[in-house]
């Protein structure tokens, strides 16, 4: 079967969606598989800087790119089984029901249920959002970091040793918010996981 896609991506001239650069293979390019090795900060695993593979975040969130998925989260994945964090279960950061109605998923989830199927451990959908606010791709810094403390919160209460993914982040604003509100829920630790970061420096202010 993959050799078909691939022979099929190049007979109709598709590009990778990490580079767009011809594709060969299915999926995504052998550079960008090449480069797509996971990244760990104390208590984050992320896959590359959003200036290069930003793209292939939006392919998987605004174009359908569904597939990019499990592959990208077997590379998260790999970099939690390096990191060792001893997990009980997976999660994603939720969107507004609106927007998950209008794409036909969450990209969050979708990378959340991959990883969670390779470490062999349950995902559980656990965090809803209560309130709505404009996307943050369309704020300011400053209107980013004022994300209000009640935007999410767990539907029931949990214990033991979670990973909390998300597609990309920018400030840590979002992914801190959901990570409140998991502890807050009884969660004894959370670790959080990411495809891609705009400004690592950024996550030591939240101590993920």
Not at 17 to 25: I, S
Not at 109 to 134: F, G, M
Request: proline letters at 5%; glycine letters at 8%.
């Amino acid at each position: 079967m993959a050799s078909l896609l691939g022979w099929w991506e190049q007979l109709t001239g598709a590009t990778c969606p990490g580079c767009g650069q011809p594709l060969g293979q299915p999926v995504l390019c052998a550079n960008c598989r090449a480069l797509l090795v996971p990244r760990h900060l104390p208590h984050f695993v992320y896959l590359g800087d959003y200036k290069r593979f930003g793209p292939l975040a939006k392919a998987l969130k605004y174009q359908g790119r569904r597939e990019l998925a499990l592959f990208l989260g077997q590379q998260i994945a790999l970099g939690v089984k390096q990191a060792e964090w001893g997990l009980d279960s997976v999660t994603a950061v939720p969107t507004l029901l609106h927007r998950k109605v209008l794409r036909g998923y969450n990209q969050a989830e979708l990378l959340a249920q991959a990883v969670a199927k390779e470490l062999h451990i349950p995902y559980q959908s656990l965090l809803e959002r209560t309130a709505w606010e404009p996307s943050q791709t369309r704020k300011t810094l400053h209107q980013r970091l004022e994300l209000s403390e009640a935007t999410f919160r767990a539907t029931r209460r949990v214990k033991g040793i979670w990973l909390l993914v998300d597609d990309v982040l920018t400030t840590g604003a979002t992914i801190e918010r959901a990570r409140r509100a998991l502890l807050e829920a009884g969660a004894a630790r959370v670790y959080g996981a990411a495809i891609a970061v705009k400004s690592p420096h950024h996550l030591a202010r939240y101590s993920l």
